[in-house]
């Protein structure tokens, strides 16, 4: 009796393992299609200049007419939200996985949109070509990672790392890469505000000639970046192996920056306000740390805030609604570049 009920737990646990095992399978066939057919998607609503247009749902269908508006009128690729080098990087994981040559050939297309993009002083504007004359997204664009993104595809095409190793790209494109990974690098470094003297942090724009802090948005004031684009950029030049001291400094000061200006005994504080509406506004903290403002002002480093009339504002309460609760003016990204620059100095410094 007690073989027999062996054997039978055997032939339940083999049948149990068997249905997971092919579960896991149609999971991974289902993810495996999803992943072609937003390939093919990206594939076909590429422009004709080779980049792509922002904020477009591959999974569930791009918006056709606005594209094809674009490809007309030859403007609307960018590098704002993902685009183009996010698109880039899932071409390259579908070839990776499929070997389709048509996905090898449009990723092909998309880099050299984005090395003809670059600048001659290494800075990549939002948009190629610009929207239009004097447009702030001609500026060299370090916004939500725009910049950023692509520096850190161009330096793992150049360095072979999966999944661009399975491209095969030219030795002439992967070298390309790598001086527009440098350059970019270069860029960066020139792009640090200087005040009287003291290497600071970066705006989240910069002229495209001069390199100095430039307007985005109305709400995007010329300004030192706290929370968000400067954290990012301090994170990837941490991600440099053996780094210029050039580098180093650049790290150094822009995380003393950092250190110095942390918005200590306040603290955010989300409520329902007298419309009952969801709502945010700072509150004294006692102890409270971990917080930086997105803006501080180039004149006294002090923290701001914007709404859509461009009026500077010390308090988060008096810009309007809308911009209060639809942007990220606080955060704490800062904190762990801060954690990690202990790590890092160890290593550069000693």
Not at 83 to 111: C, D, P, V
Not at 153 to 167: A, C, K, T, V
Not at 296 to 302: F, Q
Not at 320 to 333: A, H, I, K, Q
Request: aromatic share 10%; glycine share 8%; charged share 20%.
């Amino acid at each position: 009796m007690k073989n027999k009920c062996a054997i039978t737990e055997r032939r339940y646990y083999a049948s149990f393992v068997m249905a997971l095992f092919l579960l896991c399978a149609i999971q991974v066939n289902a993810q495996n299609s999803q992943l072609i057919s937003i390939a093919d998607s990206i594939v076909k609503y590429q422009l004709d200049n080779g980049g792509w247009v922002k904020n477009q749902n591959w999974e569930n269908g791009p918006d056709a007419l606005y594209i094809s508006g674009c490809n007309q009128a030859g403007i609307g690729a960018c590098i704002d939200n993902k685009a183009t080098w996010g698109e880039m990087l899932h071409l390259a994981t579908a070839f990776s996985m499929q070997g389709n040559e048509k996905y090898r050939q449009s990723f092909i297309k998309g880099l050299k949109y984005l090395l003809s993009a670059q600048y001659a002083n290494g800075g990549w504007p939002q948009y190629f070509p610009a929207r239009e004359k004097g447009h702030y997204s001609s500026h060299i664009t370090f916004n939500d990672g725009a910049m950023t993104g692509v520096i850190r595809l161009m330096r793992d095409i150049s360095l072979l790392r999966n999944p661009y190793s399975s491209l095969n790209l030219s030795d002439t494109l992967v070298a390309s890469a790598k001086q527009a990974y440098e350059k970019g690098i270069e860029c960066i470094l020139n792009c640090q505000i200087v005040i009287n003297g003291k290497t600071t942090v970066w705006c989240q724009q910069h002229d495209s000639i001069n390199l100095l802090p430039a307007q985005g948005r109305a709400y995007e004031l010329p300004s030192f970046s706290g929370h968000g684009e400067t954290a990012d950029i301090l994170n990837l030049l941490m991600d440099i192996d053996n780094p210029t001291k050039q580098v180093i400094r650049s790290v150094e000061a822009g995380v003393s920056w950092l250190i110095d200006h942390e918005m200590k005994d306040v603290a955010p504080e989300h409520f329902i306000n007298n419309e009952g509406q969801s709502d945010i506004r700072l509150v004294r903290s006692e102890g409270a740390k971990g917080l930086w403002a997105r803006y501080y002002d180039l004149e006294n480093a002090e923290p701001f805030f914007c709404g859509r009339d461009g009026i500077l504002q010390r308090h988060i309460r008096d810009i309007d609604y809308e911009r209060r609760m639809g942007y990220s003016w606080l955060g704490n990204s800062p904190a762990k570049v801060i954690e990690r620059y202990e790590e890092w100095r160890l290593s550069n410094l000693f």
